[in-house]
């Protein structure tokens, strides 16, 4: 029954009132779903189309804490209208939230042992579907109850193209500078002037915060700078400040120190002052001041030395230079850098030289003394302009100005013996030489760069032109005798004037255009063209009797040409992505190469193009921060210059002569580099091994033969004859490592490191090929003990065995050398010092009249004053005059030079010194904390 019919059966009067108005609720309720649900099915409306979905964008970044190190496990909260998201960073401090529907958004970030960070409000870009966020810095808490001291931080990071070191795990001494810091790091080489080598490699350039310092001279950045300044020591491969912005990489890198100043001593302002005389009339002064605040740098440096030289011959060298920099803002998105460098030197020396040359039938001895004075004065001048045009344009302007002129005047005495008189090539000869050199450079540099909307895709280029030209005049008197076979003698006079003008114009034009293929890869093209026009004019004139002259022909030269080189580089890149541990790229690049000129003085004209192949790979992969290994392969071509291939004879020296080919092949160099880093925070262990092998296609080597003299007067006698050819076989291996432990705290450092390095070279003597393998085993010891405050000593052992085998008689040669060094301090009723280094050198195998087992002891007595702020120090240097200097180079042919130069030796200086510093933390706007980036500048 239904309910209609229920109803209606039972009498409506004996229902109860609040029963009925209930049953009519009821029934209302279901005539009106009826009617609702008649109403739709009866008229069927059209479908209503759905509404997009709201964009959502993928938002990322990275928390950060004081040592700029990834916080691991940290709490991130992102809250906005429509979103309430929570995530945690990973291993390397990163986070990354997903299908965020709004851009303007709340971050709170937590962590253990770190300072809840404040409520953060961001507005970004709606339209921008991947948003990464600069770094976020964590502040560590203050209020724990003690101090724990974790044993696995790591004091070394190894980043992609740096090795990163934590300041604050080393210990100096208060008012210490840079170099003494650096002295305490793993791996680190520190030289008396102010030189780096770390791992091996020397260190070219000097940056603080990410941005060049002081012209970027390394000496006065780490001997001035104070290390309490100090947050993070940076060693950077650095491929130009063009691949620094796009990521894309050519060439080879040169390693850069960059020095990153903790927050709290960001702002200051220095300056050291210093006068000092001593013996032999030796003075020197030296001036360095220095501000600044943030990303803000202006510092002035000069010095002055005056060096009077009391031995076989008086000497004297004069040096003053003085360079000043200024980095600063032009309102909010210009911002300059200016440099300035000026050098001035003269010079009076006295050198001694001796020389040993294998020939194919028997030995050529000689040995000659020179008095020189120089003159030289250089400028140095650049300005950089950095715009930020918008939000996606960037634009760098960079021009330059130098000038240098040089005066110097020798005299020289020679004489040639050879093991056989019938060579010809016995003689004596007396020269003079008074030369002087003009040199302007112009240059003008320019870079673009255009990022898009979409993350990592950008396009640059950039532009280089440079101007020098360069005028050379010498006067030369060359009076030589020679002795002939039955006991005669033959005399040549040669009075000239050598004219020479030499005009250089390169223009280069490159573009990089950059494509993300996805979250982790990238494709990257690069093409360039490089130009470079020379125009060369030599004339000599021959000085006649009556003080007259005439133009030489066959001694003149005059000749222009222009070398073009284009690259055109396409390349892949896997590992983009900060979480990535394995990173690779492979590519191919294409050489093309065109060389032509014309040599007018001999009516000659040059046309050969050129083209190459060379490929690209790279590969690195890292288990840690602190673990990594890196595989990279690189190739060059170089084209045989113009004087090489012009088949003409080029007397521009007589005894020399030059005749070029015109077949030669351009030189091909193939490059493999490994490099493995390993450091064991818990064990405060660091490996480093480094290998690299190099061999060369169509080396161009010289064939150096004796030939009948062509002037009839000085028949009888030979000269040597130069002409070129390419040969392949020529290659070279070597590797080097470094192996650090620091014990009890950093007291003590114990460093172990080695090099061995193979090289089989090539050349030719009288038509015959020639080879000549040179071993070369080098190790050295250093530890380092620094038990208390006042008590620091540094030991260096090493031992070096060079080893020459060649298939020219008599040019097998194997010199060992022992090496033992220490320095060290030793501080004294907290206001004096006394410094002292001792070197001892054992050496065996060197052919020639040396000191081969000089002893060298240098010492210093220092009182400070003025709460350490001033200095007055007396210094020895060679205290048992025993620094005979001495210079060995090994040439092509198996035999050997010995240079020795008139040193300064025993001498005493009494120094004043004060250094006036203050120094305080930068500070963000509205009293916020503030951002930093990787490499230390400021946001």
Do not use: C
Not at 542 to 559: M, P
């Amino acid at each position: 029954m239904n309910y209609f019919n229920r109803v209606k059966t039972k009498d409506l009067n004996t229902i109860p009132r609040s029963k009925y108005l209930q049953h009519f609720k009821k029934l209302a309720i279901i005539l009106l779903m009826m009617l609702s649900f008649t109403e739709v099915f009866s008229q069927q409306p059209a479908k209503k189309e759905t509404p997009p979905p709201l964009p959502t964008r993928q938002i990322s970044g990275i928390v950060k804490d004081s040592t700029d190190l990834g916080v691991i496990g940290a709490t991130v909260s992102l809250t906005s209208d429509k979103d309430t998201l929570r995530t945690s960073t990973n291993s390397d401090g990163i986070f990354i939230f997903k299908d965020v529907k709004s851009a303007t958004y709340t971050l709170v970030i937590q962590s253990i042992g770190y300072e809840k960070s404040p409520v953060m409000r961001f507005k970004q870009n709606d339209m921008i579907p991947r948003i990464v966020m600069d770094p976020i810095m964590l502040k560590e808490q203050k209020n724990t109850l003690n101090e724990v001291v974790i044993n696995g931080t790591p004091s070394i990071t190894y980043k992609t193209d740096t090795v990163e070191y934590k300041a604050s795990d080393y210990v100096v001494r208060k008012n210490a500078t840079v170099d003494e810091l650096l002295k305490k790091m793993e791996g680190m080489e520190v030289g008396t002037d102010g030189s780096l080598v770390h791992q091996g490699e020397t260190v070219a350039k000097a940056k603080l915060n990410g941005k060049e310092y002081l012209g970027g001279d390394i000496a006065n950045a780490i001997k001035n700078l104070p290390a309490e300044i100090v947050d993070k020591i940076q060693i950077v491969d650095d491929y130009g400040d063009q691949a620094a912005r796009t990521g894309v990489k050519d060439g080879d890198p040169q390693k850069v120190l960059n020095i990153t100043t903790r927050t709290d001593k960001s702002v200051g302002n220095m300056m050291n002052m210093n006068a000092a005389g001593g013996s032999n009339e030796r003075k020197e002064a030296g001036l360095f001041t220095t501000r600044i605040n943030g990303n803000q740098q202006m510092g002035l440096n000069g010095n002055y030395k005056d060096v009077i030289n009391l031995n076989a011959l008086d000497g004297s060298n004069k040096n003053a230079d003085a360079r000043f920099s200024l980095r600063d803002k032009i309102g909010k998105k210009i911002e300059y850098n200016l440099n300035y460098n000026f050098t001035n030197s003269n010079g009076d020396n006295l050198n001694e030289t001796e020389s040993l040359s294998i020939l194919t039938d028997g030995q050529l001895f000689s040995r000659s003394s020179s008095t020189g004075l120089q003159k030289s004065k250089n400028h140095d001048f650049k300005l950089e302009f950095e715009v930020n045009l918008d939000s996606n344009d960037y634009l760098k302007v960079i021009p330059t100005f130098k000038y240098g002129s040089n005066n110097n005047n020798t005299g020289s005495t020679s004489s040639q013996r050879g093991s056989d008189i019938s060579m010809g090539l016995d003689q004596d000869r007396k020269v003079t030489n008074s030369n002087s050199r003009t040199a302007p450079d112009f240059g003008i540099s320019a870079f673009y760069q255009h990022t898009f909307k979409k993350y990592r895709r950008n396009f640059s280029t950039q532009i280089d032109l440079n101007k020098d030209n360069q005028d050379n005049e010498q006067e030369r008197y060359n009076f030589t005798t020679y002795y002939l076979e039955n006991s005669t003698t033959k005399d040549s006079v040669l009075n000239q004037i050598i004219a020479r003008k030499n005009l250089r114009d390169n223009y280069r034009g490159s573009m990089t255009y950059v494509e993300p293929l996805g979250v982790n890869t990238q494709f990257e093209v690069n093409a360039q063209v490089n130009y470079n026009g020379y125009d060369n004019t030599a004339t000599t004139r021959n000085i006649l009797t009556d003080g007259l002259s005439d133009v030489v022909d066959s001694l003149s030269n005059i000749y222009n040409y222009s070398f073009t080189q284009g690259r055109i580089a396409l390349n892949f890149r896997y590992g983009m992505a900060n979480t990535s541990k394995v990173r690779f790229s492979v590519g191919l690049t294409g050489v093309p190469a065109l060389l032509s000129g014309t040599k007018l003085s001999l009516g000659t004209t040059t046309n050969r193009s050129s083209f190459n192949l060379i490929p690209i790979a790279r590969f690195e992969y890292r288990w840690s921060r602190q673990q990594k290994v890196s595989l990279n392969y690189s190739g060059n071509a170089v084209e045989p210059t113009f004087d090489q291939i012009q088949p003409v004879r080029d007397v521009t020296n007589p005894n020399n002569p030059i005749i070029g080919n015109p077949d030669l092949l351009a030189t091909f160099v193939h490059t493999l580099r490994g490099d493995y880093n390993n450091y064991i925070a818990n064990s405060k262990l660091n490996f480093s091994l480094n290998a690299n092998g190099s061999y060369t296609e169509n080396a161009v080597i010289r064939n150096n033969q004796r030939v009948d003299n062509p002037d009839p007067a000085l028949a009888g006698s030979k000269i040597n004859e130069t002409r070129f050819l390419n040969v392949s076989g020529v290659y070279r291996l070597t590797g080097n490592y470094n192996i650090s432990k620091q014990l009890n705290n950093r007291k003590y450092n114990l460093q172990l490191n080695g090099t061995a390095s193979y090289n089989h070279n090539l050349s030719m003597r009288d038509g015959i090929l020639n080879t000549t393998d040179i071993t070369v085993l080098e190790q050295r010891f250093g530890p380092k003990i620094n038990p208390t405050e006042w008590f620091e000593i540094n030991a260096n052992i090493g031992y070096r065995n060079e080893k020459s085998n060649s298939t020219l008689p008599g040019a097998n040669n194997n010199i060992n050398t022992l090496s033992l060094n220490l320095d060290g301090r030793v501080y004294l009723w907290e206001s004096w010092m006394l410094a002292y280094n001792g070197s001892k050198q054992y050496i065996d195998g060197i052919v020639g009249n040396t000191n081969n087992r000089p002893l060298v002891i240098n010492a210093s007595l220092e009182r400070q004053l003025f709460n350490r702020r001033g200095q007055i120090t007396f210094q020895a240097f060679d205290i048992l005059n025993q620094n005979n200097y001495l210079r060995t180079q090994q040439p092509e042919d198996g035999g050997y030079i010995n240079t020795s130069v008139n040193p300064m030796s025993r001498y005493f200086m009494l120094k004043l010194s004060m250094r006036l510093q203050k120094w305080s933390g930068a500070q963000g706007r509205g009293g916020r904390g503030i951002m930093r980036r990787g490499d230390g500048s400021f946001m």
